[in-house]
């Protein structure tokens, strides 16, 4: 049995597809994180602005450093469905997706920048102007975060579809 190069290309669409997807995966993992990690760095440097204790610091440093891997898997599952609802131009996945990411972060963000009902101590104090930041960082987190997942896959299948394209006719005008 021989190989021939065809052989390569009897479902070519599928070997699109996983490029597309590989792309998104690889661009996804490369630089969502470092992206996100610009954002605590910022964030934390506002802080660092407003306050020289070093007791409150650590504290910041305890509450803005949430690396954990569930977020992780929630954006490679984001990044996967989005990609297919691209692909197959199927909005309704990916809109179910982001009703769930909406959903399930508007209960946090409700506790996490809750006012108190009745501030006992002065508004200004760095407990209160840590929450908010706090507040302000777990949502930049999610929105840069899911923005960078959609954008991603989006490449992912302009890649895909471009190689769908391109590699043919490159084929082709080869003979």
């Known amino acids: ?49 407003i306050t020289t204790d070093e007791e409150e610091m650590e504290r ?6 949430f690396d954990f891997p569930g977020g992780k898997q929630i954006g490679r599952i984001g990044r996967l469905i989005y990609y297919f609802g691209f692909l197959f131009g199927s909005w309704i996945p990916i809109g179910a997706w982001l009703t769930f990411k909406v959903a399930v972060k508007w209960e946090s963000w409700s506790n996490i920048a809750k006012v108190p009902a009745k501030i006992e101590e002065d508004p ?22 899911t923005g960078l997942n959609i954008l991603y896959a989006g490449l992912g299948v302009f890649i895909a579809y471009g190689l769908e394209n391109i590699i043919p006719f490159i084929f082709q005008n080869i003979k």
């Open 1 to 49: 049995m021989t190989f021939d190069m065809s052989d390569l290309f009897a479902f070519p669409f599928i070997l699109y597809w996983l490029i597309g997807l590989g792309a998104t995966f690889i661009l996804g993992e490369k630089c969502v994180k470092p992206t996100i990690d610009k954002l605590v760095k910022t964030v934390t440097k506002k802080v660092k602005e």
């Open 60 to 65: 910041w440093d305890q509450i803005s450093d």
């Open 124 to 145: 200004l104090a760095f407990g209160f102007v840590l929450r908010r930041y706090w507040s302000t960082l777990v949502f930049q987190r999610f929105i840069v975060g």
